[in-house]
C-alpha cells in the first residue's frame, strides 16, 4: 500500500507515522490523513509509541525524494547535533555600523560576529567506502545574519576548512572573479562595510 507525505510515496506506514510525530503532528490530525479503516486502527493504537524519525534514519532511505521531505522537517542544528558534528573553530568579530532609524536619523548599532566551523564525519553520513577517501568529513559553517539575525548552514569543502579556521572557511564561500576570497580580504571588505 502508498502512503504520501508532502505528494512524496511512501511504503511503510510506520516511517510515515515517524515522521508526521517528529513534526509534531497529534494523533488526531494524523487520523484525518488515512480513510481506510485498517490504516486508521494501526495509527489509533500505535502512534503514540512510535518514536519521532531521527535524521540518521532519514539518510538511510533510498529514496531521495523521500530523504528530502524528511530532512526538510529538521532544523539545521538538529540536524548537525544528531550527526554528531564537531566544533572545529569559532571566532567573533566585534562591528561597529551606522545604521538608520525609522525616524531617519542615524544610530550606532554594536554588534558581534561569530562564525563556528564544524566538522562531520563521512561515515556519519553513511558515505564511508567509495567517497570515504574522497571526503573523509563534511564540513559546515554556522554564522548569523546581522541583519535578519537568522542563523545560516554553508557547506565548505575540505580545502576550505583544513586550517580549521573559520573566517577563513566562511571567506571561501565568497568569490571575486570567480576566486574564493582568502580570509584578509574578507576581513579587509568586512570591516570596509562597517
Same mark, same amino acid.
Given at each position: 500500500?502508498?502512503?504520501?507525505? @508532502? ?31 485498517? @490504516? ?18 532519514? +539518510? ?27 566544533? +572545529? ?14 525616524? +531617519? ?57 583544513? @586550517? @580549521? ?23 579587509? +571588505? ?5
Amino acid at each position: 500500500m502508498a502512503y504520501y507525505v @508532502n505528494r512524496v510515496k511512501f511504503e511503510d506506514l510506520h516511517i510515515v507515522m515517524s515522521i508526521y510525530k517528529q513534526q509534531g503532528r497529534p494523533k488526531e490530525e494524523v487520523l484525518s490523513f488515512f480513510s481506510q479503516a485498517k @490504516n486508521q486502527q494501526i495509527v489509533a493504537t500505535q502512534y503514540d509509541t512510535v518514536a519521532p524519525i531521527q535524521v540518521k534514519q532519514a +539518510l538511510k532511505l533510498a529514496n531521495v525524494e523521500q530523504r528530502m521531505v524528511v530532512l526538510r522537517g529538521f532544523a539545521p542544528e538538529i540536524i548537525a547535533q544528531q550527526l554528531d558534528a564537531t566544533l +572545529l573553530d569559532s571566532q567573533s568579530i566585534k562591528k561597529t555600523q551606522t545604521r538608520w532609524g525609522k525616524d +531617519l536619523k542615524p544610530y550606532t548599532h554594536s554588534y558581534t560576529d561569530t562564525y563556528a566551523l564544524y566538522k562531520i564525519a563521512s561515515e556519519t553520513l553513511g558515505l564511508d567506502g567509495f567517497w570515504h577517501w574522497r571526503e573523509p568529513a563534511i564540513y559546515f559553517v554556522k554564522c548569523e545574519c546581522p541583519s535578519t539575525d537568522r542563523l545560516y548552514y554553508l557547506y565548505v569543502p575540505h580545502e576550505a576548512a583544513q @586550517n @580549521n579556521d573559520a573566517i577563513e572557511a566562511i571567506a571561501w564561500t565568497m568569490r571575486f572573479n570567480d576566486q574564493p576570497l582568502t580570509k584578509d580580504q574578507y576581513l579587509h +571588505l568586512m570591516y570596509s562595510e562597517t
